[in-house]
């Protein structure tokens, strides 16, 4: 859990790798370039494990977390159902706003016509 808590430490080390190749990327052998690799590589392998520790914290909460539920809870569950049941679609019916009809296009023989009684 304390990974978890400290995550935000993670992209402060690319932003710590940024300074110091500023500082001394002159002065190293690759010219920084090391730290640059070296400040990503930490930041993945970090998100990795921050990443499993928290699919294993949804799935696997803690004691304290939720696991009283009182009769009021499950009133307004029980409330929250009655109300999404009122709002659903009945069988065949769409949520697609309706459109007005596009005009239809005259066919040639009517545009033929329209253009002779402009002439």
Known sequence: ??????AWVIPLIPAASFFL???FGKRLPWKGSELGIA?????F???????VQWFD??????AGDH???TDAGHA???????????????????AAPVLPEAPVA??????????????
Not at 1 to 6: G, K, P
Not at 76 to 94: Q, R
Not at 110 to 119: D, T
Request: glycine share 4%; charged share 30%.
């Open 1 to 6: 859990m304390a990974v978890l808590e400290n």
């Open 21 to 23: 190749i500023l500082l």
């Open 39 to 43: 400040a990503v590589g930490i930041a």
């Open 45 to 51: 392998v970090l998100a990795l494990v921050v990443n």
């Open 57 to 62: 914290h949804v799935d696997n909460p803690p």
């Open 67 to 69: 696991s009283e539920e």
């Open 76 to 94: 307004d569950e029980e409330e929250a159902e009655e109300a999404e049941d009122e709002h659903a679609l009945a069988v065949g019916e769409s």
């Open 106 to 119: 005259p066919t040639s023989e009517e545009g033929e016509e329209e253009a002779h009684a402009v002439e």
